[in-house]
């Protein structure tokens, strides 16, 4: 990926003057004035260095191989969203596990699919967390059973906060420069506390990292 399809991908939001685009009174580039600087290579190398003093300083720090381009190219947007979706139903596995109603397990199983699967195996993970957590996730959970029979559209943005979340915390001990990636797709803005243990994080990141996307 070019750095102009970079700049491209990432939210207008993080180009925001002050406090490097992550303080909420930050003022946004206008969407002209960004394409603008999108469309020059002046406007591209301004841009840039915005992020690298900030929010992409590991993502566009110079490195050995293809760098940048490589690890997006490993990592399109598509393939994080789906590592986000299902770290956040394996996150929510605790929450997911204690919904035994029959009522409840049909939808949580139409809306998940094989990610009810991976919710309830406990070879990946087995779930344990402070009752605190438990609480935490049973409480959002519940509001989601109450939304209604299709509980996807509820659902899937609650999995995909928890399963940002839980990359964020993991990458910035493996993979800061994925983390960066990641947080750029989507407006700065706080995620809740991560609990997932770094081993079936990884699991999940392998996995992905190697799945053919098809979407």
Same mark, same amino acid.
Request: charged fraction near 20%; charge should be neutral.
């Given at each position: 990926?070019?750095? %102009?399809? /970079?700049?491209?991908?990432?939210? @207008?939001?993080?180009?925001?003057?002050?406090?490097?685009?992550?303080?909420?009174?930050?003022?946004?580039? @206008?969407?002209?004035?960004?394409?603008?600087?999108?469309?020059?290579?002046?406007?591209?190398?301004?841009?840039?260095?915005?992020?690298?003093?900030? @929010?992409?300083? +590991?993502?566009?720090?110079?490195?050995?191989?293809?760098?940048?381009?490589?690890?997006?190219?490993?990592? @399109?947007?598509?393939?994080?969203?789906?590592? +986000?979706?299902? /770290?956040?139903?394996?996150?929510?596995?605790?929450?997911?596990?204690?919904?035994?109603?029959?009522?409840?397990?049909?939808?949580?199983?139409?809306?998940?699919?094989?990610?009810?699967?991976?919710?309830?195996?406990?070879?990946?993970?087995?779930?344990?967390?402070?009752?605190?957590? %438990?609480?935490?996730?049973?409480?959002?959970?519940?509001?989601?059973? $109450?939304?209604?029979?299709?509980?996807?559209?509820? /659902?899937?943005?609650?999995?995909?906060? %928890?399963?940002?979340?839980?990359?964020?915390?993991?990458?910035?001990?493996?993979?800061?420069?994925?983390?960066?990636? $990641?947080?750029?797709?989507?407006?700065?803005?706080?995620?809740?506390?991560? +609990?997932?243990?770094?081993?079936?994080? /990884?699991?999940?990141?392998?996995?992905?990292?190697?799945?053919?996307?098809?979407?």
């Amino acid at each position: 990926m070019s750095l %102009q399809a /970079l700049l491209a991908e990432v939210d @207008p939001a993080w180009y925001a003057s002050g406090a490097g685009a992550a303080d909420a009174d930050a003022e946004a580039l @206008p969407p002209a004035l960004l394409q603008r600087a999108l469309g020059s290579r002046l406007g591209r190398r301004l841009l840039a260095g915005g992020l690298a003093a900030g @929010p992409a300083a +590991h993502l566009l720090a110079p490195a050995p191989g293809d760098g940048f381009a490589g690890l997006i190219a490993r990592w @399109p947007r598509a393939r994080l969203t789906a590592l +986000h979706r299902d /770290l956040g139903a394996l996150a929510y596995a605790p929450a997911i596990r204690a919904e035994i109603g029959r009522d409840a397990v049909r939808r949580l199983k139409l809306a998940l699919g094989n990610s009810y699967l991976l919710a309830l195996d406990r070879t990946v993970w087995d779930g344990k967390v402070e009752a605190a957590t %438990q609480a935490r996730l049973a409480d959002a959970l519940r509001e989601v059973m $109450a939304s209604g029979d299709d509980i996807a559209p509820a /659902l899937f943005p609650l999995l995909e906060q %928890q399963g940002r979340a839980e990359l964020q915390a993991w990458a910035a001990r493996r993979d800061t420069a994925l983390g960066d990636w $990641a947080r750029l797709l989507h407006p700065p803005a706080g995620l809740p506390p991560a +609990h997932l243990p770094e081993k079936p994080v /990884l699991v999940l990141h392998t996995h992905h990292l190697s799945r053919v996307i098809t979407d």
